[in-house]
């Protein structure tokens, strides 16, 4: 269901089905609160910030000086590139990097460029 969306936005970081929400969201995030031994509150934290991250991966606003999309490997331009079809197939890493992206050749390099009119458009070497 969630990548059913192409341009994305805030809400549709949210887009998913049950199933998905259930294992990937809930049990996903008690097994490695658990596992790594955070304590409740530390796991709110940590759970909240991740949430934050999704929220702004799936905005669809690229803010050149954005201190996050500065240093991160996976930003909303990163992100954005998934939900397109010609980045369906790569670009999966969420949260933080790029790491298991790179290792496993699913990563779609790509720049941001200015547009003449405006705005920023998303390059990649497929497009050229």
Same mark, same amino acid.
């Given at each position: 269901?969630?990548?059913?969306?192409?341009?994305?936005?805030?809400?549709?970081?949210?887009?998913?089905?049950?199933?998905?929400?259930?294992?990937?969201?809930?049990v996903g995030a008690?097994?490695?609160?658990?596992?790594?031994?955070?304590?409740?509150?530390?796991?709110?934290?940590?759970? !909240?910030?991740?949430?934050?991250?999704?929220? =702004?991966?799936?905005? #669809?606003?690229?803010? $050149?000086?954005?201190?996050?999309? *500065?240093?991160?490997?996976?930003?909303?331009?990163?992100?954005?590139?998934?939900?397109q079809n010609v980045?369906?197939?790569?670009?999966? !890493?969420?949260?933080?990097?790029?790491?298991? =992206?790179?290792?496993? #050749?699913?990563?779609? $390099?790509?720049?941001?460029?200015? *547009?003449?009119?405006?705005?920023y458009q998303l390059?990649?070497?497929?497009?050229?």
């Open positions: 269901m969630h990548h059913r969306l192409i341009a994305p936005y805030s809400y549709g970081a949210l887009y998913t089905h049950p199933v998905d929400t259930f294992v990937g969201e809930m008690l097994m490695a609160t658990h596992v790594s031994g955070m304590s409740p509150r530390m796991a709110g934290v940590f759970i !909240s910030l991740l949430s934050l991250k999704s929220l =702004d991966d799936h905005c #669809g606003m690229w803010f $050149p000086n954005h201190p996050i999309h *500065r240093w991160m490997t996976n930003n909303t331009a990163f992100h954005i590139l998934h939900h980045g369906i197939k790569y670009n999966y !890493s969420i949260f933080y990097f790029a790491t298991w =992206d790179r290792l496993l #050749g699913t990563y779609l $390099p790509f720049s941001v460029e200015p *547009r003449k009119d405006g705005g390059r990649t070497a497929k497009d050229e």
